[in-house]
């Protein structure tokens, strides 16, 4: 039974179909297996679907007791009052932008220099090399002080410049497009010279339009990062007109004792702030799990 | 193989201009301020510094306050790096079974890796809730224990590092996914035709041969509970109950930005930058192997 089920499909290629379908049992065994990853999605969704849940309800559902786990029709109010109180459209708007901006500013800067890497013998080309390296091993976290006070000195505090540049050196893009350009047949730039084509006319015309996907694939992973960057932009804004979605978030969490316990607008507020960068995951799966399982360099 | 290479004196340092810049400014500039304010003791606003050697660094490693945040850390790390890992693992193991709508389950999976953590841990806030949360009611039948995170130190670590997890063990049943994808079926049909079951497959075949990915994501995963996690933290615990919750870069935050003691909070950069530094390099030893393969 066990041999049979790993087997089957193999057997059954060679078979016509009718007859692969009519002479197969039941595979008990491949059931289990489908109940079993039914059952993690489940656990895995379980959250978000409450989430969801408690945001369709009114306060008085939201605190009955037993918990209610079947949506209500209230979402329209809750959604609409989150979205006033916390100044939706500019948390959005300034999340969007970060994610965009420090996205598209990293993919530039990254093929810039990759193609210098690659295409060129220049004097200190192992120093820069480093130096690029050098930035995955120096993450926010561990210089908050000083690169606050660069910001600070550069007078880029609450401002656009402040919240996406500093994101955009990436030894992960460089290395990703480093590797993808050393894989680009010679010829490629052989032919290009011959034609008597210069090095940015390369790279315009011969290995930009090569990139596509793997820009593409890069970007999403990017635009989800930058979207939910949280300790750059806590610590270099501090007005509500530049805060982004993810810390805005959080004046709508109704502490313990002095709020109303309005967690059906807290959690309207919450799906409002992850649905774009799910919803670009599961429109753009293909893209993502392939920029995913190559940017871990 | 010698590559074809364009000449030209001034071209690539053009090129190669912004990505450096940016890297000198906001990355290897305040390290090394970070490294030289480790040195000095600043007052609190900044206007006098003495150089005081090695004092911050003394004065830290003798305060119990800091070695309760390491192990509250490591407490996290393993936290999440055993749930998130594990969880992907176990699904990994029965994905090997080579059945139909793997693509979709991995998207089933997979979206929560667009949440970001501090959001994430606002939903578990409500469901872990003391008085409204589903959670502590459904534990209620089990147990009168009283699950209340904001009393309790270890339901608000429970807590962070559940909602930490959530938000990564899609990224790793996609790794897991893709090295089992890698395996060839002849493999594991060998195996099958010589009778060994499919828990004897996943000891002995599949899982030596997703071990350089689990290595890989451990460390990943390790990289992000240690780093990436703050926001978690400072979103839904501010390192509390007590200091229950409050990991190594949760602290570098609170001493030096709240509590404007420069000098500790520099010194504990460089520690962590160490840290860092260790783990980077145990990643690229996995890449490096797998290079060469």
């Known amino acids: 039974m066990r041999s049979d089920a790993t087997l089957a499909p193999s057997r059954a290629a060679t078979l016509p179909r009718t007859l692969a379908t009519r002479w197969r049992p039941v595979p008990w065994g491949r059931v289990v297996v489908h109940l079993i990853l039914l059952a993690c999605v489940a656990v895995i969704a379980f959250p978000l679907y409450y989430a969801l849940v408690i945001s369709t309800q009114t306060v008085e559902e939201v605190l009955a007791r037993p918990p209610l786990l079947t949506p209500s029709g209230h979402a329209l109010t809750n959604y609409g009052e989150a979205w006033r109180r916390s100044h939706m459209e500019r948390l959005l708007w300034n999340s969007g932008v970060v994610a965009v901006i420090s996205a598209v500013g990293k993919i530039l800067i990254s093929i810039l220099s990759a193609f210098a890497i690659v295409y060129f013998d220049f004097r200190g ?73 210069g090095p940015l006319r390369f790279l315009w015309s011969f290995l930009l339009p090569l990139s596509w996907t793997n820009i593409a694939a890069l970007f999403v992973v990017l635009f989800i990062y930058g979207w939910n960057q949280y300790l750059w932009p806590l610590m270099i804004t501090n007005t509500e007109a530049m805060r982004v979605v993810v810390i805005g978030l959080q004046d709508l969490i109704p502490r313990t004792g002095t709020h109303v316990p309005e967690w059906n607008v807290m959690m309207a507020a919450a799906i409002m702030a992850l649905l774009p960068p799910v919803l670009v995951i599961l429109l753009m799966q293909r893209w993502f799990v392939k920029g995913l399982l190559e940017s871990d360099k | 193989m010698k590559r074809t290479v364009f000449r030209h004196r001034g071209l690539p340092y053009l090129l190669v201009l912004p990505q450096v810049a940016v890297t000198i400014v906001f990355f290897i500039w305040p390290a090394f301020e970070s490294v030289r304010l480790s040195v000095y003791r600043t007052s609190p606003f900044g206007d006098k510094s003495y150089f005081v050697g090695l004092e911050n660094f003394a004065k830290l490693l003798a305060s119990p306050e800091y070695y309760h945040s390491i192990a509250v850390s490591f407490i996290f790390g393993f936290g999440v790096t055993g749930l998130a890992v594990g969880g992907g693992l176990f699904v990994a193991a029965f994905a090997t079974q080579n059945i139909r709508g793997l693509t979709v389950y991995r998207t089933a999976v997979l979206w929560p890796y667009g949440i970001a953590a501090p959001v994430a841990g606002i939903i578990f806030l409500f469901m872990f809730h003391p008085s409204y949360g589903v959670l502590p009611y459904w534990l ?94 400072h979103a839904v615990t501010q390192g509390g109950p007590g200091r229950a919750t409050e990991i190594l870069v949760y602290k570098v935050y609170k001493d030096g930005f709240i509590g404007l003691n420069l000098g500790s909070s520099a010194a504990q950069s460089v520690i962590l930058m160490i840290v860092v530094i260790t783990l980077t390099a145990l990643q690229f030893r996995f890449l490096e192997r797998r290079v060469t393969y």
């Open chain 2, 140 to 233: 209620s039948f089990v147990t009168s224990y009283d699950f209340n995170w904001l009393l309790r130190g270890w339901v608000a670590m429970l807590l962070v590092i559940v909602a930490t997890a959530w938000t990564l063990v899609g990224y790793n049943i996609a790794f897991f996914l893709a090295g089992l994808l890698a395996i060839p079926t002849s493999v594991l049909e060998a195996a099958s035709v010589d009778g060994a079951g499919s828990i004897r497959r996943f000891a002995s075949i599949v899982l030596p041969l997703l071990s350089p990915i689990t290595f890989y994501l451990v460390v990943v995963n390790m990289i992000f509970a240690f780093f990436g996690a703050f926001g978690v933290i």
């Open chain 1, 125 to 197: 080309k192992a120093l820069v090399f480093w130096m690029i390296l050098i930035t995955l091993m120096l993450p926010v976290e561990v210089r908050i002080i000083s690169t606050y006070e660069v910001i600070g000195n550069l007078g880029w505090l609450n401002t656009y410049w402040g919240l996406t540049v500093p994101l955009m050196a990436s030894a992960t893009a460089t290395f990703l497009f480093r590797q993808f350009y050393q894989m680009v047949p010679n010829e490629l730039a052989e032919a290009a010279q011959i034609d008597g084509a």
